[in-house]
Every structure is written in structure tokens, then in C-alpha cells.
């Protein structure tokens, strides 16, 4: 499998729109939530989500047998989390991509009978038992959850996931892979104990996925670049080689790491990395083979050194046009990387 522009593609994958989503917002995925159904298939979860009624809705439904539908694209918010909270952020629809898992959930005791029912068997005056090899019983990882006897995942819903998990990982900075019982403990049970959850996301982020994008923004030096310089003393940082240049930041720290492109006379030509927060609607994100996560969508981008409107500004304004690497979301605002090129004096630098 593979995310190619906010889609998983691969065999066995399909996409039906969802009926309930936000179409005329972006996001930034940055964590997996994966739930369970509780419905009686894959096809009746598609179909509710797409039904022109639906209120709910999930980027991807996994079927019983592992196909795979899409519903809403990856940079697209899902109606999947609802009030939620983990690692003391909130809201999680606004960052997250929701994986539904056709499975019934938590089984109860056949008072009518021997065995273990789901929930749509419960209340029927001949109730079904659900096949034994198909009963998992497991304490919840939340207390809150006494439930101990539960319905299996198929084999083939597991590996699904597992798959669906590593592409999205290659392709987003995933921060989090968590159960909707952990975003919204005692309220939520699923995906619940059936599901090896920690045993998927050790493996996931035990991988050394290590996309272009990563490269950049570890060694952070252009394929044009001469050489590399250590800033030696706190250093002003401008748009042209001359002291009375206009500055581009506040003076680069003493110690820094930058990339020197030329020299020109007493002067560097380097670049300089920069974090700093943009508007989300000033950015064009590309999921794309291009080393760059997003770019610069409107004329002139203010880069701000927090996430609110009246914060400081990092840099000049950059162009239209100008490569960014993404980091973080809050609220409106994304958290980016962006390398701007520039002049300091050559005096001051160890090359």
C-alpha cells in the first residue's frame, strides 16, 4: 500500500465518499485512531457513512475479509473521534486519521441460552451464539471497562491495518497510533483488548522510515552547498552582501550549523533553517515524491514565533513558491521549517 495525494492505493483498496466530512478544510495528520465498528459488517459501515443522513464518518473502513474502503481523503477532518484527549491535547478529529475496524466489540453472556452474543443478537427470542473460535476474552486496558469477552479480528483485519499503518506513516510525521478507548477513556472501549494495539504501533515506530523529507530536515544541507560553517560569534543574518542590507531574522546564534553556497568578497552566501508557525491557508501541502512537505501558496508568508495572530515575526516574509517542511499543528496555525538563503560576514564564520 501506498498514500499517493491524500489517498491509500494498493490491492484490495477502494474509495466511497463519505456524506459527512469537512470538505473546505485542510489538516496535517499527525496520529492514527483506530476503532471498532460495532456493527454487524464492513459494507453496512460503508454504507451508513455514505447515506445521505450520516452524521459520522471515518477516512478508512476495514472489511472482515481486509478490503479496504476510503471515504474521506488523509488531509480532510473525519467525524471520528469526538470529544477526545490524549497526551493533553484535545480534539482530535482536527489532526487525526480514524481507521474503523468492522468488528461487533464486546460480547454478553446468552441469558437464553449457552455461549456469547453481540449486541444486535442480544434482544432476539432465538439469539445466534457467536462461534467459539471467534470469542477472545481479555481484560481492557481501561479500568473503567469491565467488559472481559470480546469478538475477534480476523487475521486478515489485522495485517490490514498493519499495512494501512505503515503507508500512512511513510507518508505523514505520525506522532501517535492510539485506540479511541485512549483518546476518550470511559466513554469509548474500542478498539479494546482483541486488537494488539501496542504490538502494532511498537512495530510501526520501530521501523527506520526515513522519508526525503526527514533527510532534509536532520542534515539540512543543499546539494550546492561548498561547505559547511559554524557561526562563531552572534551573527546578523541579511538579504544582501552588505552591512546595510536589510536583516532577514533575528541574529543567528553563536555555534549555529549552517550551509555556505558561496562567497562572495567578505561575505557568506548560506542558508539558514528556520521554525517558525504560518496561517494553515497560507500553505500549499504536497504529498508528492518532492523533498518538501508544503509551499508557500499566497504572494508574502508571515512566519510567526507562536501559534497566535499577534505573535512576533520570525523572518521577512517568504514568497510565493518557497519549499516548507511540516511539523505540527494548533488550532489554525502549522508549525514549519523553511531554509532561506542569505548573506553573513565571513569573518565571523568557521568554515
Excluded at 544541507?221 to 531574522?249: H, Q
Amino acid at each position: 500500500m501506498q498514500v499517493i495525494n491524500h489517498r491509500l492505493t494498493g490491492d484490495n483498496v477502494d474509495f466511497v465518499e463519505a456524506t459527512s466530512y469537512s470538505r473546505n478544510s485542510t489538516m496535517v495528520p499527525d496520529s492514527i485512531i483506530v476503532h471498532y465498528t460495532a456493527g454487524p459488517s464492513g459494507s453496512s459501515t460503508v454504507r451508513l457513512f455514505s447515506s445521505k443522513d450520516a452524521k459520522l464518518s471515518a477516512h478508512l473502513v476495514v472489511a472482515e475479509d481486509g478490503k479496504v474502503t476510503q471515504m474521506v481523503p488523509f488531509n480532510k477532518v473525519a467525524y471520528h473521534a469526538g470529544t477526545s484527549e490524549y497526551d493533553g491535547r484535545k480534539s482530535f478529529n482536527n489532526f487525526s486519521i480514524g481507521i474503523e475496524i468492522s468488528n461487533p466489540g464486546y460480547l454478553t453472556k446468552n441469558t437464553k441460552g449457552t455461549g456469547y452474543l453481540t449486541w444486535w443478537e442480544a434482544n432476539k427470542d432465538v439469539p445466534k451464539p457467536v462461534a467459539k473460535e471467534m470469542i477472545f476474552e481479555g481484560i481492557h486496558r481501561n479500568a473503567v471497562t469491565k467488559n472481559r469477552f470480546w469478538y475477534k479480528y480476523t487475521d486478515e483485519q489485522i495485517q490490514a491495518v498493519k499495512d494501512i499503518c505503515e503507508a500512512i506513516y511513510a507518508a505523514y510525521q505520525i506522532k501517535y497510533i492510539l485506540g479511541h478507548e485512549e483518546i476518550a477513556p470511559g466513554r469509548k472501549a474500542d478498539p479494546g483488548p482483541a486488537f494488539p494495539l501496542d504490538e502494532l504501533r511498537n512495530e510501526i515506530f520501530s521501523k527506520d522510515v526515513e522519508t526525503l523529507s526527514e533527510k532534509l530536515r536532520e542534515a539540512v544541507t543543499p546539494k550546492n552547498a561548498i561547505k559547511v560553517g559554524t557561526i562563531a560569534a552572534k551573527l546578523n543574518f541579511r538579504a544582501k552582501p552588505d552591512a546595510n542590507s536589510d536583516k532577514l531574522t533575528d541574529p543567528i546564534p553563536q555555534g549555529t550549523k549552517v550551509s555556505i553556497l558561496a562567497e562572495e568578497g567578505e561575505w557568506y552566501k548560506i542558508t539558514y533553517k528556520i521554525k517558525g508557525w504560518v496561517k494553515r491557508d497560507t500553505i500549499i501541502q504536497d504529498n508528492s515524491d518532492a523533498e518538501e512537505d508544503a509551499n508557500v501558496g499566497v504572494d508574502k508568508l508571515i512566519m510567526r514565533a507562536d501559534s497566535k495572530d499577534t505573535a512576533a515575526l520570525v523572518i521577512n516574509p517568504l514568497k510565493k513558491g518557497d519549499p516548507l517542511y511540516t511539523h505540527d499543528q494548533l488550532n489554525n496555525y502549522i508549525l514549519v521549517t523553511a531554509l532561506v538563503t542569505g548573506y553573513v560576514a565571513k569573518k565571523f564564520v568557521t568554515a
